[in-house]
C-alpha cells in the first residue's frame, strides 16, 4: 500500500503525474514488467489553500444571509398565526394544520441554521489555524451561543407541537410568545453574526491580497535581476498574475461596500493603471530582445 507522496518532497503548486510499476524475478525473460495508470496529484500552495477557505467562508456568509430573511419570514407568519388567538375562541383542524405546517418549516430552518454555522466554525478553525485571532475567537464565541439559541428553539418548537395535537389554545399562544421573543432575539444575533463574519472576511482577504501583491513584487524583482530567465513568456505569467489580484480587489471592494461601515483599502486606480502599463512595457521590450529596456520598466513596477 502506497499514499502519494509519502516518502518524497514535493513542491507546492506543481502538477506531479506518477504510476506503478511491478517486475518479476523472470531473469531468462529479463524480467517481465507492467505499468499501472498514469495517476495525477496538485498540492495546493498556501495561498490557494486560503483562497478555498477564503471561497467556502463567502459561500456560508451568503447563506445565513438567506437565513436572516427566512427569519423575517417566519416572524410574519407568527404574527398570522397569533391573530388567530384574538379571533377564535376554539382551534379547529385546519388551525391546527396551520401550527403544524409553522412549526415544520422552523425545524427545517433551524436544522440549516446549525449545518451553516458548524460549517462557519469548522471554516474559522482551519484558517490560519496555528495563528492567534482575537477577531477569530470572538466570532467562534458567537457562533457557540447562536447554537445554544437554536438549541433552544428547538425545545419551544417541541413544546409547541405538543400542545398544537392537543388544541390548547391558551397554553398554545402562550408558548407561540415565547417563541417568537427567542426568534426576534435569535435574528438580531444572527444579523450581528452575519455582519461580523463579513467584515472578518473583508479584512482577511485584503491581508491575503496585501500579501500576494508583496509576493508578485518580489519574483517582478527577481526576474529583472535574472538575465538569464527574464524572457516574454516569464514576464507574461506575471501580468497575469497582476490582472488576477486586480479582479480580486475589485471583488474585494465590492464586498467591503456592503459592511455597514466598510473598511479603509486602498484601492488606487491610477496606481494599478501605472503598474500594467510597467509590466505591459517590459513585456513588449522583452519580445524585441531588449533585456535593457524591459529592466527599468521591470523594477518600476
Do not use: C
Not at 54 to 71: F, M, P, Y
Not at 75 to 85: G, P
Not at 155 to 162: C, D, H, Q, Y
Not at 242 to 271: A, R
Amino acid at each position: 500500500i502506497y499514499s502519494f507522496p509519502n516518502g518524497l518532497s514535493i513542491e507546492p503548486g506543481i502538477d506531479y503525474n506518477y504510476y506503478f510499476e511491478v517486475f518479476d524475478n523472470d531473469v531468462v525473460n529479463h524480467f517481465k514488467s507492467t505499468k499501472s495508470s498514469v495517476f495525477s496529484h496538485y498540492e495546493l500552495t498556501n495561498n490557494q489553500k486560503e483562497d478555498q477557505v477564503l471561497k467556502e467562508q463567502q459561500n456560508t456568509i451568503n447563506s445565513l444571509e438567506k437565513s436572516v430573511q427566512n427569519h423575517e419570514k417566519q416572524l410574519s407568519e407568527l404574527d398570522k398565526l397569533q391573530q388567530l388567538n384574538k379571533e377564535k375562541t376554539k382551534l379547529d383542524y385546519k388551525d391546527q394544520k396551520k401550527v403544524t405546517d409553522f412549526i415544520n418549516r422552523q425545524k427545517q430552518q433551524d436544522e440549516m441554521m446549525k449545518e451553516f454555522t458548524k460549517k462557519l466554525a469548522n471554516n474559522l478553525e482551519e484558517f490560519n489555524p496555528k495563528m492567534n485571532d482575537k477577531d477569530k475567537e470572538e466570532l467562534l464565541k458567537r457562533l457557540e451561543n447562536q447554537q445554544k439559541e437554536t438549541d433552544k428553539n428547538e425545545k419551544l418548537l417541541k413544546e409547541l407541537e405538543e400542545l398544537s395535537k392537543n388544541l390548547n389554545k391558551e397554553q398554545l399562544f402562550d408558548k407561540a410568545d415565547k417563541l417568537k421573543q427567542n426568534a426576534k432575539n435569535q435574528k438580531q444575533n444572527l444579523e450581528q453574526l452575519v455582519e461580523l463574519t463579513k467584515r472578518f472576511y473583508v479584512e482577511k482577504k485584503a491581508e491575503q491580497i496585501a500579501s500576494k501583491l508583496d509576493d508578485l513584487a518580489n519574483k517582478q524583482d527577481k526576474l529583472a535581476n535574472d538575465a538569464k530567465e527574464n524572457s516574454t513568456q516569464n514576464q507574461d505569467k506575471l501580468n497575469k498574475e497582476f490582472d488576477s489580484i486586480q479582479k480580486e480587489l475589485e471583488e474585494l471592494n465590492k464586498e467591503n461596500k456592503d459592511l455597514k461601515s466598510p473598511l479603509d483599502i486602498p484601492n488606487d486606480k491610477n496606481e494599478q493603471e501605472d503598474i500594467k502599463q510597467d509590466m505591459n512595457n517590459a513585456k513588449e521590450q522583452l519580445n524585441k530582445q531588449k533585456q535593457d529596456k524591459a529592466k527599468p520598466k521591470q523594477k518600476s513596477a
